[in-house]
Structure formats: structure tokens, C-alpha cells
């Protein structure tokens, strides 16, 4: 018996070092594939066993634009658990950060990172014509802004499908100009953004979106001090005027529990889930 189970120890350890060589484990998880030449410039895949033309999501973590990662438990615990479990292909990012990484050089790797999970996504089971964009806080905002920049045709050559839709966890700033000339406006914008206006324009998705966007749904908390909810609507209103299809979910939820309860929370997950099934049946 004994040396049957030896052997048996042995195989696993080979099959595991296999696995381990490859970026691949055993629950069809792929860690810190690069999409760049950047060591910041990679992402997690978690798919589930056998998927096939799955719609894949596509999850930018959020930090003030200068720190975060995407294995924290908050961005991918329960997201993954709930739509990995659900036939979806879950992806999560990192992204070269303030200092070193102004934002539209953030908006870049989003973009990046889209043509990489597009041009791979078949390989974990996932269908590159089905992709959702998701980011919380920081993450919201860049979201946002990379579907400003497709609006104007700037991403029409790098982009090979159109994605189903996005979801906006709770970001403050979809109008920067706004923010910006405010007289209180929060320290970690003005790290962020800057002084010079003509970069609050270029970053700010309200101001450089010009046409229609795939179907958007914008989070907010109604606990937040600074009107996050006022900005969502805002912002709502600027996409409506292309006719693009967009929605305002509001929250009384923390800004961090916006996006820690995303998959655990049932009645709020429920919620998002029904966009999701709506933005498939329409491109179906």
C-alpha cells in the first residue's frame, strides 16, 4: 500500500510542478500572465472547468490611481466565487500606476489588456466578442474614460470586437473639470489630475465621450460626502444624449463595500446580474 501511495505523491508532484510551469493551476486559474513589456503590466484569469464561449469580465482594480493590486481579496473574492461558479470567465488586472504612469498612460494598459484577453480569451474558454469591463473607484473612472476614448473612434484600430458593456463601481470623478475647479477639491485628485486643464479635459469621460458606448451601468453610494451619485447622473445624462443605453444604480452601501460585497451581497448582485443578462440577450 505503502509504495502505491508514494507513487501516487510523486505523480502529484510532477502534475502540480507541470502545472506551476505553465502559470496554470489546478482549478483553471492563470496568474500574472503579461500583456506588456511592463512587470506591472499583467493579469489573473479564473475560468470555470470545460467553459466554452463564455462571456468574460474584465475587473481594474481601483487605488487613487497610485496603488492597489488585482488578487486583493476585495477585488476578485466574491466576484470570483459568484460568476466563475455562474459559467463566466473572470479576468483581473494590474496597471502601471501614478507616479511612474500618468492616466491616459492607465487608460493605455486597459486598452492593452483588452487586445490581449481578446486574442487569448478562446484559450480559457471565453469568447473575445463577449467581454465586460468592470472597475471599482480609480478603476471606475478609467473604465469609463477608455469608453469616452472608443466613442471618438481612437481605439476603432486596436479593438477587434466591440465589448457587451461596462459596469462603473462608484467613482467621484466622471466630470474632472468639475472637480478640479471646486474649492475643495480632495487632495488625491489634485495628485492625480494635476493643474494643467487641458489634461482634466483629456481624462475627464464626460468631456471626451462623443458618441454612443455600449450599454453602461454606473454604481454610486449614497454614503459618500462627495456626491458620487450627482456624478453618475450627470454622467447619465451625457451618454443618454448619444442614445447610448445607461443606468444609475444607487447603494446604500460604504464606497468599499460597493465593491467588497459585489458577489455576495444577493439583493445588489442580483442586480448587476440582471444588466449582465440584459446587455447578452441584446447582442444576441
Known amino acids: 500500500m505503502r509504495p502505491l501511495l508514494d507513487k501516487f505523491c510523486k505523480l502529484l508532484c510532477v502534475t502540480i510542478t507541470a502545472c506551476s510551469a505553465n502559470n496554470a493551476?489546478?482549478?483553471?486559474?492563470?496568474?500574472?500572465?503579461?500583456?506588456?513589456?511592463?512587470?506591472?503590466?499583467?493579469?489573473?484569469?479564473?475560468?470555470p472547468t470545460a467553459?466554452?464561449?463564455?462571456?468574460?469580465?474584465?475587473?481594474?482594480?481601483?487605488?487613487a490611481w497610485r496603488f492597489g493590486d488585482k488578487d486583493n481579496r476585495g477585488v476578485v473574492k466574491h466576484k470570483v466565487a459568484h460568476w466563475v461558479n455562474n459559467g463566466y470567465v473572470f479576468t483581473s488586472l494590474n496597471y502601471r500606476m501614478l507616479p511612474a504612469a500618468d492616466l491616459l498612460t492607465q487608460a493605455q494598459d486597459i486598452v492593452s489588456a483588452?487586445?490581449?484577453?481578446?486574442?487569448?480569451?478562446?484559450?480559457?474558454?471565453?469568447?473575445?466578442?463577449?467581454?465586460?469591463?468592470?472597475?471599482?473607484?480609480?478603476?471606475?473612472?478609467?473604465?469609463?474614460?477608455?469608453?469616452?476614448q472608443a466613442s471618438t473612434g481612437l481605439l476603432d484600430s486596436k479593438i477587434a470586437y466591440p465589448w457587451l458593456g461596462s459596469i462603473a463601481l462608484?467613482?467621484?470623478?466622471?466630470?474632472?473639470?468639475?472637480?478640479?475647479?471646486?474649492?475643495?477639491t480632495p487632495r488625491l485628485y489634485k495628485r492625480a489630475f494635476g493643474e494643467d486643464p487641458a489634461i482634466w479635459q483629456a481624462v475627464s469621460p464626460l468631456h471626451v465621450l462623443a458618441g454612443k458606448?455600449?450599454?453602461?451601468?454606473?454604481?454610486?453610494?449614497?454614503?459618500?460626502?462627495?456626491?458620487?451619485?450627482?456624478?453618475?447622473?450627470q454622467f447619465k445624462q451625457r451618454v443618454e444624449s448619444f442614445g447610448s443605453d445607461v443606468r444609475?444604480?444607487?447603494?446604500?452601501?460604504?464606497?468599499?463595500?460597493?465593491?467588497?460585497?459585489?458577489?455576495?451581497?444577493?439583493?445588489?448582485?442580483?442586480?448587476?446580474?440582471?444588466?449582465l443578462q440584459q446587455i447578452q440577450k441584446n447582442r444576441s
Open 25 to 47: 493551476l489546478a482549478n483553471n486559474e492563470f496568474h500574472d500572465l503579461a500583456y506588456g513589456n511592463d512587470p506591472a503590466q499583467t493579469l489573473d484569469v479564473y475560468a
Open 170 to 184: 462608484d467613482s467621484a470623478v466622471y466630470d474632472v473639470v468639475k472637480v478640479m475647479r471646486a474649492t475643495d
Open 213 to 233: 458606448i455600449p450599454p453602461l451601468l454606473l454604481v454610486c453610494s449614497e454614503k459618500r460626502p462627495d456626491e458620487a451619485c450627482d456624478q453618475a447622473s
Open 51 to 63: 467553459a466554452k464561449g463564455a462571456p468574460v469580465i474584465v475587473m481594474v482594480h481601483g487605488g
Open 248 to 275: 444609475v444604480l444607487t447603494k446604500t452601501l460604504s464606497h468599499r463595500d460597493i465593491n467588497v460585497l459585489l458577489g455576495k451581497d444577493e439583493a445588489y448582485t442580483a442586480q448587476v446580474d440582471e444588466f
Open 114 to 148: 483588452i487586445q490581449f484577453i481578446q486574442t487569448n480569451a478562446a484559450s480559457w474558454g471565453g469568447d473575445p466578442a463577449k467581454l465586460i469591463l468592470m472597475g471599482h473607484s480609480a478603476g471606475a473612472h478609467l473604465v469609463a474614460l477608455v469608453n469616452a
